[in-house]
């Protein structure tokens, strides 16, 4: 079963940040958190993971509470392009573990 | 490369037809994945094969089989699907290097009729 809640959906005006919440209040220590989204009938696309730091990379950044039960994907400036799924999935990277996806939040970029 | 290729693209297969779906990977990945996915809902997880054995199967009926002939293929055969089988198909790779992250192919279109 997957270990994250998010909301699922919401709105952003372009060119504003996205701010993207994901609870996981029973995540382990060993346990890192993803971020992937999703375009309409495509793949799933990477965007970034963390264990315990903030991360931050070309395409968004990863803020993770101090006791990690909660993280926030921030797309700093979105764009119409953004528009797509976005899943929370929190797993043991351990040897070709289960990734399971919960049901995302649906984020659409407004003009 | 970084690319997950799958083909067909597409698939339209009858319920007596016998198919296969093919995922192909050249990043040295030795963790490899099949998911499900309808309309308007996350990708489920099918199968997962680590260094080329199947290690995880989540109760997928046995009209799918799962094959694994070396470190860059994998197959999804198909054999009297339902109607309600139709779906996305997704193949996805990993390495086993800790805080590594899985990539995706585009996924085959599959149509039962």
């Known amino acids: 079963d997957a270990k994250t809640t998010q909301p699922p959906s919401m709105d952003c005006a372009e060119g504003r940040a996205a701010n993207l919440p994901c609870n996981h209040s029973?995540?382990?220590?060993?346990?890192?958190v993803y971020w992937y989204r999703q375009i309409h009938s495509q793949g799933p696309q990477y965007i970034i993971h963390g264990l315990k730091n903030n991360e931050t990379n070309e395409m968004a950044s990863l803020i993770i509470t101090e006791d990690r039960k909660s993280s926030t994907l921030i797309l700093p400036h979105a764009t119409l392009r953004d528009t797509a799924v976005y899943y929370c999935?929190?797993?043991?990277?351990?040897?070709?573990?289960?990734?399971?996806f919960g049901q995302g939040t649906e984020l659409s970029v407004k003009p | 490369d970084t690319e997950v290729t799958q083909t067909p693209k597409h698939l339209v297969m009858g319920m007596t037809n016998k198919k296969s779906l093919k995922c192909e990977q050249h990043?040295?990945?030795?963790?490899m994945y099949w998911y499900k996915q309808k309309a308007k809902k996350p990708p489920e997880l099918m199968f997962v094969y680590s260094y080329e054995k199947l290690s995880i199967n989540e109760s997928v009926p046995s009209r799918f089989s799962p094959e694994c002939p070396n470190s860059s293929l994998l197959n999804l055969h198909l054999h009297a699907l339902q109607p309600e089988d139709s779906a996305l198909y997704l193949c996805?790779?990993?390495?086993?290097?800790?805080?590594?992250?899985?990539?995706f192919g585009q996924g085959t279109r599959l149509t039962v009729v």
């Open positions: 999935i929190v797993r043991e990277d351990n040897q070709g573990g289960k990734l399971i």
């Open positions: 996805a790779s990993k390495a086993y290097d800790s805080g590594t992250e899985a990539f």
């Open positions: 029973t995540i382990s220590g060993n346990e890192y």
């Open positions: 990043m040295g990945h030795r963790a």
